[in-house]
C-alpha cells in the first residue's frame, strides 16, 4: 500500500513540472527590455519592457536577454525540466561604460592591465570601481575612476577620453642639473614636463658653473608637435668673476667687458684669457679652460689687484714719449749747446749708445728699474732740429713691461704715458739753460 503511494506521488509531481507552461519575469528596472535568444543570437521584436511573461516550451532552454542602456546584459534561460516559482525576478547589476578613446592608437589601461586601444567595453561590477588609464607617447596620461557603488557618482553609459596635453620627457647631463618649467623647479636630472593644449611653456636648466639652456615647447594647432623626449647638455661653463678695486676694468678679447664683476663664459674645448686692470695697480692676466685636458674653471674667481710700485714712482705727463721742440738763445753757439745737452742728458744717463755732434743725434742706452711686478725701461733722444736759428728736438722714451722681463725683449714692452720722477725735469731743464 505505501509503495504504491510513494509511486503515486512521484508521477503526479513530474505531471507537474511538464504542466507549467509559463512564468512572470520581473526586471528590477521598468525600463529594462526582454528580448529572446537562440544560440547567440537576439531574436527581435523585443518581448517586452520591465516585465514579462514567459511561455516555456517543453524542447528548449526559453532563454532570454535583459537590456538596459549602462548596464552589462543579463542572460537567463527557464528550462521546463525545472520547476521554477510563477515570478521570477532578474537583477541588472553591472555597469556598463562604453570607453571612445583618441588618438585611435592610445593604449587603454584598467586597474593597470593593457585591455586594447580606441575602445572598450568597461564592465563595472556591483560594489566595486575600477580606474581607466589612457596612455600614449607624447602625451599626458589621462586617468578616470569609474564606480558602481552605492553613494557614489552613478557612472556615465558613454565616455569619451582624448588625450589632449603633450608630454615631453627632459633628460639632462650634467644629472644634478635643475630643471626649471615657466620658472617653477621642477626636477633633479630629468622630469616628464606637461604641455597643455593651445599653450607654450619655457623649459629652463640650470647649474652653478654652466651657461643654461633653454628650450620653448608649444602645442598648439598648425605649430610643429613637441617632440617625445628632449635631452639638455650643459657644457659650456660659466665663471663668476669678481675683481678687487671694484671699479677695475674685466678684459676679455682685448674689450672691456664689465667693471669690477663679469660673468663669463667659456665655451666647451676653448679656453679665454681674462685680463684685469686699472691705474696704479699691476694687471692680473688668467686663463680658463673648459677641456677634458685642463682642470675644471672654478664656479666664481676672486682676482685682487696689487698697488703698482712703478706707479708710486712716477708721475703722469705729457712729456712721455712726444717729441719737444728746444729753441736755443740766440747768443749760445751750436758747440757750447751740444756740450750744455750731452751735460744735462748724462746727469742721469750714464751711458749714450749714439753721439754724433756733426749730425746733432745723440740717443742714450735703456735704463732698466725693475719693480715688484713690471719693468720700466727709459732714455733719452735728442736730434738736430733746425740750424738757423738753432732748435733741438728732445723726446723721453717710457716703456713699460709687466713682470720682470729683459731690457732687450722689446716686444713685451709698451709706451707708458708716466715717467720715473727722477726724469722729470730733464726737458724743463733743457728748455730753462738753453
Not at 535583459?66 to 553591472?94: A, D, H, M, Y
Not at 643654461?212 to 668673476?241: A, Y
Amino acid at each position: 500500500m505505501k509503495k504504491n503511494l510513494a509511486v503515486l506521488i512521484a508521477f503526479l509531481s513530474i505531471s507537474f513540472i511538464y504542466s507549467q507552461s509559463k512564468i512572470t519575469v520581473t526586471a528590477n528596472y521598468p525600463d529594462a527590455t526582454f528580448y529572446k535568444v537562440i544560440g547567440e543570437e537576439i531574436i527581435k521584436p523585443a518581448l517586452g519592457v520591465g516585465s514579462i511573461v514567459l511561455k516555456l516550451d517543453k524542447k528548449a532552454l526559453n532563454k532570454i536577454v535583459i537590456v538596459k542602456e549602462g548596464f552589462q546584459n543579463v542572460i537567463k534561460q527557464f528550462p521546463r525540466t525545472r520547476k521554477w516559482p510563477k515570478n521570477v525576478q532578474v537583477s541588472l547589476e553591472n555597469r556598463l561604460v562604453e570607453l571612445n578613446v583618441e588618438p585611435y592608437d592610445a593604449g587603454v589601461y584598467v586597474d593597470g592591465i593593457f585591455v586594447g586601444n580606441k575602445n572598450h567595453r568597461l564592465i563595472l561590477k556591483k560594489d566595486a570601481n575600477s580606474t581607466v588609464e589612457i596612455k600614449k607617447k607624447g602625451f599626458k596620461t589621462v586617468s578616470k575612476i569609474f564606480y558602481n557603488k552605492e553613494g557614489k557618482e552613478i557612472p556615465p553609459t558613454k565616455v569619451n577620453l582624448t588625450l589632449v596635453d603633450r608630454l615631453v620627457q627632459v633628460k639632462v647631463s650634467p644629472a644634478d642639473a635643475e630643471i626649471f618649467v615657466n620658472q617653477n623647479s621642477h626636477g633633479i636630472g630629468s622630469s616628464d614636463v606637461i604641455i597643455p593644449k593651445g599653450e607654450c611653456v619655457l623649459v629652463q636648466v640650470k647649474k652653478d658653473g654652466f651657461i643654461e639652456e633653454e628650450k620653448v615647447f608649444c602645442n598648439k594647432d598648425n605649430d610643429v608637435n613637441p617632440p617625445i623626449s628632449h635631452q639638455f647638455n650643459l657644457t659650456d661653463r660659466l665663471v663668476k668673476i669678481e675683481a678687487t678695486p671694484n671699479d677695475a676694468e674685466i678684459y676679455v678679447d682685448g674689450k672691456v667687458v664689465g667693471v669690477g664683476t663679469y660673468d663669463l663664459k667659456v665655451p666647451f674645448n676653448n679656453c679665454v684669457e681674462v685680463i684685469v686692470k686699472k691705474e696704479s695697480f699691476l694687471n692680473i692676466k688668467k686663463n680658463y679652460c673648459n677641456s677634458n685636458d685642463y682642470q675644471e674653471p672654478p664656479l666664481r674667481d676672486h682676482l685682487e689687484l696689487i698697488e703698482d710700485e712703478a706707479h708710486r714712482q712716477s708721475i703722469s705727463t705729457d712729456l712721455a714719449n712726444v717729441n719737444f721742440t728746444i729753441v736755443v738763445k740766440p747768443d749760445i753757439i751750436e758747440d757750447d749747446a751740444w756740450k750744455l745737452l750731452s751735460s744735462i742728458v748724462t746727469t742721469e744717463f750714464d751711458v749714450l749708445e749714439v753721439i754724433d755732434k756733426e749730425t746733432g743725434y745723440m740717443r742714450t742706452a735703456w735704463q732698466v728699474e725693475g719693480f715688484n711686478g713690471s719693468t720700466v725701461r727709459t732714455r733719452i733722444i735728442v736730434k738736430l732740429g733746425d740750424s738757423n736759428p738753432l732748435k733741438y728736438v728732445m723726446k723721453i722714451s717710457s716703456e713699460r713691461a709687466d713682470g720682470a722681463v729683459s731690457v732687450k725683449e722689446d716686444q713685451e714692452f709698451e709706451e707708458w704715458s708716466r715717467i720715473l720722477k727722477k726724469y722729470k725735469n730733464i726737458i724743463e731743464e733743457a728748455q730753462s739753460r738753453l
